[in-house]
């Protein structure tokens, strides 16, 4: 059974840095693209960034260019993202997404709260 | 990265059906087969129910099925259910690796 489970959200201040990970399990995750989307609080769905398998190739949303990183230990299973500088529009819960041709498995989320 | 455009709300009563839109441009819906449909239950993590523009994955009832033309996608809930009241999104691949998201739809079963 296909298992992503985040952690490392919380309450940050503006300008402020915070860690998330994402344990995957139940698939070769050494050969799959991964990704983190996120949602605002009662808004829609917004893609952050993507990663190649072997990690040697990142993308990202342009409002986040420069400010996060998405990396991956495939020797953990585990996916990460680092947030730097953050906003409060950076408010949302952070979803680590499977990507195959389309997003197929999601992760229960972990919130991110931007706020003084 | 432009989002692309579905109706906030449809509603529908049990038994009837529901179609969705999701318009884009030749960017992304009208320029590749890769449009996916997601349902999220409040509260709850965003499932995949259509992907490649009608593909279901395993699981998904038959009642979800999906199309395209020209730079509009659509899903159609067919046989409406009190368990399908929900939100959905549509998405596509937009070149260079980005994937773009419609603004979601809340579908009602009165």
């Known amino acids: 059974e296909v298992q992503l489970v985040e952690s490392g959200g919380g309450l940050v201040q503006p300008g402020g840095s915070l860690r998330l990970s994402c344990a995957a399990s139940g698939f070769t995750y050494n050969s799959l693209w991964m990704s983190w989307v996120r949602q605002a609080p009662g808004k829609g769905l917004e893609w952050v960034a993507n990663?190649?398998?072997?990690?040697?190739?990142?993308y990202y949303l342009d409002s986040v260019k420069g400010r996060f990183t998405i990396s991956r230990d495939n020797a953990k299973n585990s996916l990460y993202l680092q947030m730097n500088n953050l906003r409060a529009e950076d408010t949302a819960i952070y979803y680590c997404?499977?990507?195959?041709?389309?997003?197929?498995?999601w992760g229960q989320g972990t919130l991110v709260t931007v706020s003084s | 990265q432009s989002a692309l455009t579905q109706p906030p709300s449809a509603s529908g009563s049990p038994g009837q059906s529901v179609i969705i839109s999701c318009t884009g441009t030749s960017s992304d819906v009208g320029g590749y087969n890769y449009v996916s449909w997601y349902q999220q239950h409040p509260g709850k993590a965003p499932r995949l129910i259509i992907y490649?523009?009608?593909k279901r994955p395993s699981g998904v009832p038959d009642r979800f099925s999906g199309s395209k033309s020209g730079n509009t996608a659509s899903l159609t809930v067919s046989g409406l259910q009190a368990e399908d009241e929900a939100d959905y999104y549509c998405s596509s691949f937009a070149g260079n690796n980005d994937v773009v998201f419609g603004g979601g739809t809340k579908v009602t079963v009165l």
């Open positions: 490649e523009v009608t």
């Open positions: 990663i190649k398998p072997d990690g040697s190739e990142e």
């Open positions: 997404v499977r990507k195959r041709v389309s997003l197929d498995y």
